[in-house]
C-alpha cells in the first residue's frame, strides 16, 4: 500500500483481528481515538467497480455528525502479504 515505516509512539496501539481465513492478527495503528459500536442502519456498503484505494473500504458508518470508514481487512492483509 505504499505506506511510510512504522513510528511506534505512546499513542501507537495494536489491534488484534480474528479473520476467517488467516486467523488471528494484530495490526499496529497510529492512534485509537474511539471505539463505537455501530448497529447495521448505521452503515452504508459500498457498491459498485471496486478499483484501487475503494476495494480496501467496506462501506461507511455514521455515528452522530461522524462518518468513519469500514474497512475490508482481509483485501488489506492480502495486498500486504502479496507486496
Known amino acids: 500500500m505504499n505506506l511510510d515505516d512504522d513510528v511506534i509512539t505512546n499513542a501507537s496501539r495494536i489491534i ?5 481465513e488467516k486467523g488471528t492478527i494484530g495490526i499496529i495503528v497510529d492512534e485509537v481515538k474511539e471505539v463505537v459500536t455501530l448497529c447495521t442502519d448505521e452503515i452504508d456498503k459500498t457498491s459498485g467497480s471496486k478499483d484501487g484505494k475503494a476495494m480496501f473500504i467496506n462501506g461507511v458508518g455514521k455515528h452522530g455528525d461522524e462518518l468513519i470508514s469500514l474497512f475490508e481487512i482481509s ?3 492480502e495486498e500486504k502479504e502479496n507486496a
Open 75 to 77: 483485501s488489506i492483509v
Open 16 to 20: 488484534i483481528l480474528k479473520l476467517e
